[in-house]
């Protein structure tokens, strides 16, 4: 940072968008994309869209944590402690603003003055030009601008609704994965249930109404186990198992499920596992086969799309053959992925392939498998196990 562009008292918004820029490079280092917006005063906002289940505890932490490593770089420009004294001259990264009791002026509002000037998002591109021009005047929007810049444009501001990005080296407050074993928890038989529903699906033509048949026991809403394992044997690979028929699923996937539909991912079938496999974790002596730590990385159910009344069978059809569309609804794996046979390696065993399709979760910049490497059931990591007996 040069010197000669430091501000006199006090910060003016040209400062605020240099830093600003500083905070979007440091976010984009991690991973994450965040949208700015100008407040309409001296102010810019910086937004980083979550869109997953952290609460506000968390959120301020990571705000100051980032907020303290820029201070710590440039402690000239930048300061994040609250005290006024501290701010001259300085532009003050104002993390406290992740609380729910702050109300921040929300885009598109306009300031409370005589003359008043727009709060409005901006591209990153548009804060870099206006440093780089050093105009705060392009930073500035009256609301019939804002008004032209929302024609022009669109609402970028949009993002925030819909990217979902994952806090790293934080553990998100997820809703516990339903477990849901072969419906166990459903006791009437088909019968039972048939006979009980047989006036309401008299009544009813299931292909002209969008009502449920329900099918069978419970199988409109079937759904079932599935888990990842991280598995530290040979070379590190992941396990997706998903419950079907009364026993796992399995393929080992040497590189790990992703978010990005571009990621093709091998998945070699292995042999099935039993249902009790799903709450191993622990270290497998050397010796022994696929010696080496697990850990379960991932939990939570899954049900088969693309089929109207979807159940296990329709899961061992498509996996006979050779595709397999699924919903997943775990901690860190959510949406759609679809599971391709391609062939058979040299030693005979099914290769295919694990693919995220595109849907509202998709994200080519979101991989968990780096941000929260750590077991869903005991918040271990792999490398715990290593040392633990070491
Ligand atoms: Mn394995």
Request: proline share 6%; glycine share 8%; net charge neutral.
């Amino acid at each position: 940072m040069r010197r000669s562009g430091l501000p006199s008292l006090p910060a003016g918004l040209i400062e605020v968008a240099r830093v600003g820029l500083l905070l979007q490079r440091v976010l984009a280092d991690i991973g994450l994309a965040s949208l700015a917006k100008v407040s309409g005063g001296k102010g810019l906002h910086c937004c980083l869209p979550l869109n997953t289940p952290y609460d506000y505890t968390q959120s301020k932490e990571f705000a100051r944590t980032v907020a303290a490593r820029i201070e710590a770089h440039y402690p000239e420009l930048v300061t994040s402690k609250m005290g006024k004294e501290h701010r001259t001259g300085k532009v003050f990264i104002d993390w406290s603003q992740n609380d729910e009791h702050k109300s921040t002026v929300c885009p598109y509002s306009l300031r409370g003055e005589e003359r008043p000037l727009a709060a409005a998002p901006v591209s990153w591109d548009e804060v870099d030009s206006a440093v780089q021009r050093n105009q705060e005047q392009d930073l500035r929007f009256t609301p019939e601008q804002v008004i032209n810049r929302l024609n022009t444009f669109g609402d970028l501001m949009s993002p925030v609704l819909t990217r979902r990005q994952r806090l790293p080296g934080m553990r998100s407050r997820e809703i516990e994965p339903v477990r849901v074993w072969n419906n166990s928890d459903v006791t009437a038989s088909d019968a039972d249930i048939a006979g009980s529903l047989a006036e309401y699906r008299g009544k009813r033509r299931f292909e002209a109404t969008p009502e449920p048949a329900g099918t069978g026991s419970n199988q409109d809403k079937w759904r079932s186990s599935f888990l990842v394992q991280k598995h530290s044997a040979g070379r590190l690979h992941y396990d997706l198992r998903l419950e079907c028929e009364g026993v796992l699923k399995s393929w080992a996937v040497p590189r790990g499920p992703s978010f990005d539909p571009g990621q093709k991912r091998l998945a070699v079938r292995t042999e099935d596992h039993p249902l009790a496999y799903a709450e191993f974790e622990g270290r497998i002596p050397e010796d022994q086969y696929g010696g080496g730590q697990v850990i379960v990385w991932d939990r939570g159910t899954y049900s088969p799309a693309g089929s109207p009344y979807p159940d296990e069978a329709s899961v061992s059809k498509a996996l006979k053959e050779g595709k397999l569309e699924v919903t997943l609804q775990g901690a860190k794996l959510q949406g759609d992925f679809v599971l391709v046979r391609t062939g058979l390696d040299r030693q005979g065993k099914e290769q295919w392939l694990l693919i995220k399709k595109r849907d509202a979760v998709a994200n080519s910049l979101v991989d968990p498998l780096q941000t929260e490497p750590y077991s869903v059931l005991s918040g271990l990591w792999i490398e715990d196990l290593a040392e633990s007996e070491s």
